[in-house]
């Protein structure tokens, strides 16, 4: 039997979920490398930049 698209649905679903653990795990590890990181930041008008792991915040307070 030919493959439906049912069946072509469910496995881009299940990519997707994949995908998705994938960057919530990627996301956690950038948390912990910016919070462990000794931030070097380049001030622009209106946000920093850290240099060394990218860390960005506004500086309109």
Same mark, same amino acid.
């Given at each position: 039997?030919?493959?439906?698209?049912?069946?072509? /649905?469910? $496995? *881009?679903? @299940?990519?997707?979920?994949? #995908?998705? =653990?994938?960057? =919530?795990? #990627?996301? !956690? $590890? &950038?948390?912990? &490398? =910016? *919070? =462990?990181? $000794?931030? /070097?930041? *380049? @001030?622009?008008? !209106?946000?920093?930049?850290?240099? $060394?792991? !990218?860390?960005? @915040?506004?500086?309109?307070?």
């Amino acid at each position: 039997m030919a493959p439906t698209y049912i069946d072509e /649905i469910k $496995k *881009l679903k @299940e990519e997707i979920d994949c #995908l998705q =653990q994938r960057i =919530q795990y #990627l996301q !956690g $590890k &950038i948390n912990r &490398i =910016q *919070l =462990q990181c $000794k931030h /070097i930041f *380049l @001030e622009t008008t !209106g946000m920093r930049t850290c240099q $060394k792991c !990218g860390f960005t @915040e506004s500086t309109y307070y």
